[in-house]
């Protein structure tokens, strides 16, 4: 029996992996037919901004309409390859949490796809990888993608900036 995912949630943070992960996402989406639904979500840890001494509310608002304008982009993007079901949030507060638990409840998500992590093994130890959180901790399935649309392995932006040099 083939798996059709129905509600897909996909993490973007604006990285080129989380815009790999958007673009499987879609490709699922047209292939599961037109009940499928994509929710996209960004999430502003506010955590880092607890370190600031001289916090301000335009800070948050500032990165709220980088992440919009971002997300707005890749919703039209999918309407136009023919994904009528697609919405967003921006969420504040805790990204794991967010991410592997209340939003895949709140939404009834059957698939979490989720770009590979950047970080090295010692940043991972420091501050965590949310992917990795997500794939331990969500109760639905978990897609961590990490190649390109033809399936090769994603590049870095160092690699990638090479290539077209």
Known sequence: MLQTYQNIL???????????AFKKAVNVAKRNGE?????????????????ISSFDTAM???VTDTAKKTIEGYIEDAKK?????IDYSIEYGAPKVIIAKD???EKNIDLIMIGATGLNAV???????????????????V????TDLQ???????????????
């Open 10 to 20: 996909v993490p973007v943070d604006g990285s080129y992996e989380a815009e790999l």
């Open 35 to 51: 009940k499928s639904s994509i929710h996209l979500v960004h999430v502003i840890d506010t955590r880092a901004f607890q370190n």
């Open 60 to 62: 948050v608002e500032e």
């Open 81 to 85: 390859q023919g994904i009528k079901n």
């Open 103 to 105: 939003l895949p409840q």
């Open 123 to 141: 940043e991972r130890i420091l501050v965590g990888s949310v992917t990795e959180y997500v794939t331990r901790n969500s109760k639905c399935d």
């Open 143 to 146: 897609l961590v993608v990490r």
């Open 151 to 165: 399936n090769k392995p994603a590049l870095s932006k160092e690699q990638r900036t090479k290539q077209e040099n």
